[in-house]
């Protein structure tokens, strides 16, 4: 049997190459960029200056894959910040997220009291809720119109933990789920700054406003991985790319090729089977499996011959919706910013959230919705240096600082070219205003817009999760309905990227998902 051959050493590649290599398969992978990591890299930003380029935290790592992969033992130090979040507020305020719930719901009570009150319950109940949301985005969805008996016996066991949360639980997750998450953060907390704390992690990386509908679903999966409010915020010292160096050791050792410089630009099928794939320099390489990590829409209708595919199929792969409304902004920064309400340094470790209020975040979304670049953007923000400071000179510091919304077409035929000076200018007005003196500290400014995400990292339409986590894009519906087992129509062409279950983030999820129904079928 010839290889099966792995498109992309994303995390999530990486992740499937290591399982598939691990049960004796000896994938090849053939990555397009001169390193692995896909958007879990760590790059030089100036000279002197590393930062992780893109995704500057993870999701997090599922816990399976860390220990499979002995990722640990490889030299990768998970870092946990406490506070691991905290929200500033444009009267000067901040409100620090401890990982210790009194710590936090004192925080709060600096607010309001009965917020304050409602904290720990809340905590406790997505708690709950993720645990049950955790067992589903390791598993396989089921198959829509013959599901085999271990599924139809997995969804009886699902269906038996949803009972097991209880009336109250259950409807929560029922009602919830389709809300706008704007609505579900005011039914616990009357705080703006904490509502909208909150509620980002309903909106992060999509097309969405906090108003619009569904956003609940995105939440609370999110809290899957992680059920405090305010999102993951377990880094890598060193960057991302630290992280995805030792999984490319880690699926080497196990018996995984990796060759980068190998973009493809082909699959080959026959006969409705995958027959291989060719490359940028016209190299042909057989196989009877391929697996993609590239995203659905790169993978399914531009390295798929259009006539190797249904016309219907190709409909719903062109409706697969995948709009960038992310950029990024690194800084090389010769002093620390000093954050409004912020005292202590050490609570600049977690992430730093700019986007104050529901009515902000719904308006830094307006903006991308009519092509324009948020004046008012949310930001996420991480400073990388303070958990490793060897990634700058001493004493100088780099600021990684995500950006939404920054919509991937603008509007008016406006080019990326004036967008980039826009989105500059809007990020460090945005700084200044909670860090002054921000501009005076750097010295240097990398700008990385939507279409550099696409050019550049390989994203479609510059969308950092692969596609829209929205509801008609989730779970049995994740990238297509009724294709969402991580095979395609194509026999023997798979695929294991962010766009499939359980979606985007630095989770590993969907790679070990897919590599288990790939190892099923390649076994056969
Ligand atoms: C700006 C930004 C910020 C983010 N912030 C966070 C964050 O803070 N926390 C978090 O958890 N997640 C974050 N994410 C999301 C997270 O990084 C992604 O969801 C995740 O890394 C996707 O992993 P993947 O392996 O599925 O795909 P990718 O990382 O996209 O990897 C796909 C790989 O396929 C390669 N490829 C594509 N086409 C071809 C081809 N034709 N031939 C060969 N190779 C090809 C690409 O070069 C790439 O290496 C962020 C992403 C971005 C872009």
Redo the contacts with the bound molecule.
């Keep these: 049997m010839n290889p099966p051959l792995i498109?992309?050493?994303?995390?999530?590649?990486?992740t499937t190459a290591f399982y598939l290599a691990r049960a004796g398969l000896r994938p090849i992978v053939?990555?397009?960029?001169g390193i692995?990591?896909?958007?879990?890299i760590t790059e030089e930003l100036a000279p002197g200056y590393r930062c992780p380029t893109?995704?500057?935290?993870?999701?997090?790592m599922r816990a399976s894959v860390v220990r499979d992969m002995q990722l640990e033992k490889r030299g990768v130090e998970f870092v946990r910040p406490d506070p691991r979040l905290v929200a500033l507020a444009p009267d000067g305020r901040a409100l620090v997220f401890s990982n210790d719930i009194s710590r936090t719901t004192d925080a709060i009570r600096a607010f309001s009291a009965k917020d304050a009150e409602r904290y720990p319950d809340f905590c406790a109940t997505m708690t709950r809720l993720g645990r049950f949301l955790g067992t589903l985005l390791e598993s396989t969805p089921p198959a829509l119109d013959t599901p085999a008996a271990g599924e139809l016996w997995d969804l009886l066991k699902t269906g038996r933990q949803f009972r097991a949360l209880g009336r109250q639980d259950s409807f929560r997750l029922l009602r919830w789920g389709p809300m706008a998450v704007a609505d579900l953060v005011a039914e616990w907390f009357e705080t703006d700054l904490l509502q909208a704390a909150i509620a980002a992690r309903g909106i992060f990386?999509s097309a969405q406003g906090p108003w619009s509908a569904g956003t609940g679903a995105a939440l609370l999966l999110n809290t899957a991985g992680d059920p405090a409010p305010g999102g993951?915020s377990v880094m890598v010292k060193g960057g991302?790319g630290v992280l995805t160096s030792a999984m490319a050791e880690a699926a080497r050792e196990a018996g995984a090729e990796i060759r980068t410089n190998?973009?493809?630009?082909r699959v080959l099928a026959r006969n409705g089977h995958a027959a291989g794939v060719v490359l940028e320099d016209g190299t042909e390489i057989v196989a009877t499996s391929v697996i993609s990590?590239?995203?659905p829409r790169?993978t399914l209708l531009s390295?798929v011959d259009p006539v190797d595919l249904d016309p219907g199929f190709m409909i719903k792969a062109r409706n697969y919706r995948c709009p960038g409304t992310?950029?990024?902004v690194n800084l090389a920064l010769r002093a620390l910013p000093a954050f409004h309400g912020v005292a202590n340094p050490g609570d600049l470790r977690g992430r730093v959230h700019i986007g104050p209020g529901i009515d902000y975040l719904e308006r830094a979304f307006d903006a991308s919705k009519y092509g324009e670049i948020s004046p008012e953007p949310y930001l996420?923000i991480t400073l990388p240096t303070l958990h490793d400071p060897s990634l700058a000179p001493e004493g100088r510091h780099v600021m990684s600082v995500?950006m939404q919304f920054a919509p991937y077409k603008l509007a008016d035929g406006q080019s990326w070219a004036d967008g980039r000076r826009i989105l500059t200018a809007n990020v460090m007005r945005t700084l200044e205003r909670y860090a002054p003196g921000m501009e005076q500290r750097v010295e240097h400014c990398q700008v990385?817009t939507p279409m550099d995400?696409e050019t550049t990292?390989?994203?479609t339409g510059g969308h950092?999760?692969?596609g829209e986590p929205s509801l008609d894009q989730l779970f049995t519906m994740r990238p297509i309905l009724g294709w969402a087992r991580y095979r395609t129509p194509i026999k023997g062409l798979y695929l294991?990227?962010?766009?499939t279950h359980p979606?985007?983030?630095?989770?590993a999820g969907?790679?070990q998902n897919a590599a288990r129904e790939i190892i099923k079928d390649l076994k056969r």
């Excluded at 498109?7 to 990486?14: E, K, T, V």
């Excluded at 294991?496 to 766009?499: E, I, N, S, W």
């Excluded at 979606?503 to 989770?507: A, D, P």
């Design positions: 498109i992309g050493a994303g995390h999530n590649g990486l053939l990555e397009r960029r692995v990591g896909g958007s879990a893109l995704a500057h935290a993870t999701g997090p990386g993951s991302p190998a973009p493809v630009v990590n590239a995203d790169r390295l992310v950029a990024k996420d995500y990385i995400l990292y390989g994203l950092i999760l692969h294991c990227g962010a766009g979606g985007g983030g630095i989770t969907s790679g």
